[in-house]
C-alpha cells in the first residue's frame, strides 16, 4: 500500500529536549515536505526537499531542521523546543511537477 | 507570492442541503488546482484535483471547476451527508510548491 508514515503520532516534551519526528514514504516520490498546521492558519510549510541531500527552507523554518540522506525518510529535527512549537505536523510527498502530494497521519506535538 | 483565498467557517448544514465552499486564487504561471479534506483526527486526503483552466474535478459526489477568468475553484456537492463533516482545503500547486487556504470547518446534522 502507497503511504507515508510519520513517528511518533503523540508526543509531549518539555522545553529545549532536542526530538526528532520520523517521516518515511513508500512511493519513491523524490519531492518531501513538512507542514504545520495551526488554527486559523491552515497549513505552513516548514522545510521541503527536491531529492537525496538537497532540502531548502519553506515559509515558517525557524527552529527546525531537516536532513534527506535517504529518499524515502525525511526527519523533522527540533534542536531546542519551544512552546510556539506546539502544533500538528504533516509530512507529504510528491511524485511530480504539478501533482498532488500524498500526507501521513499527523504528529502531534506538545511542548511544556 | 502565490496565495489561496478560501471562505472562513465553519459551515453548518442540514443532511441533504446543498454546500458551496468558495475559493480563489493568485498566482504566477498556471497552477494546479486540489481540495483536500481532512476528517477528525485523521491526515489530508486529496479530495478532486484540476490541472488546467476549464478543469472540472469531481469525487464523492464533489465537483469543483477551474475557472482561470475569475481565479476561482470553488467545492460543491448538491446533497451532503452526516459524513461528509470534515475540513476542507483548497491547495495550489506550482512547480512543487503547494500553497493551501486556512480550511473551512463543515457540520453536517442529522
Known amino acids: 500500500e502507497a503511504q507515508v508514515t510519520q513517528n511518533p503520532r503523540y508526543l509531549i516534551t518539555v522545553t529545549g529536549k532536542k526530538l526528532t519526528v520520523t517521516c518515511s514514504q513508500n512511493?519513491?516520490?523524490?519531492?518531501m515536505s513538512w507542514y504545520r498546521q495551526d488554527p486559523g492558519l491552515g497549513l505552513r510549510q516548514i522545510y521541503y526537499?527536491?531529492?537525496?541531500?538537497?532540502?531548502d527552507k519553506g515559509d515558517v523554518p525557524e527552529g527546525y531542521k531537516v536532513s534527506r540522506k535517504e529518499k524515502r525518510n525525511f526527519p523533522l529535527i527540533l534542536e531546542s523546543p519551544s512552546p510556539n512549537q506546539t502544533s500538528l505536523y504533516f509530512c507529504?510527498?510528491?511524485?511530480?511537477?504539478?501533482?498532488?502530494?500524498?500526507f501521513g497521519p499527523g504528529t502531534r506535538l506538545t511542548v511544556l | 507570492g502565490d496565495s489561496v483565498t478560501q471562505m472562513e467557517g465553519p459551515v453548518t448544514l442540514s443532511e441533504e442541503a446543498f454546500l458551496t465552499i468558495n475559493c480563489t486564487y493568485t498566482a504566477t504561471g498556471y497552477p494546479s488546482l486540489f481540495w483536500y479534506v481532512q476528517y477528525p483526527g485523521e491526515g489530508l486526503q486529496l479530495l478532486l484535483k484540476a490541472t488546467k483552466a476549464d478543469d472540472k474535478g469531481s469525487n464523492k459526489g464533489f465537483e469543483a471547476t477551474y475557472r482561470k477568468e475569475t481565479t476561482s475553484f470553488h467545492l460543491e456537492k448538491g446533497s451532503v451527508q452526516v459524513s461528509d463533516s470534515a475540513v476542507y482545503f483548497c491547495a495550489l500547486a506550482n512547480d512543487y510548491k503547494l500553497s493551501f487556504g486556512a480550511g473551512t470547518t463543515v457540520t453536517v446534522r442529522a
Open positions: 526537499s527536491m531529492n537525496v541531500e538537497v532540502t
Open positions: 507529504a510527498s510528491q511524485g511530480g511537477l504539478y501533482n498532488e502530494q500524498f
Open positions: 512511493m519513491n516520490h523524490e519531492y
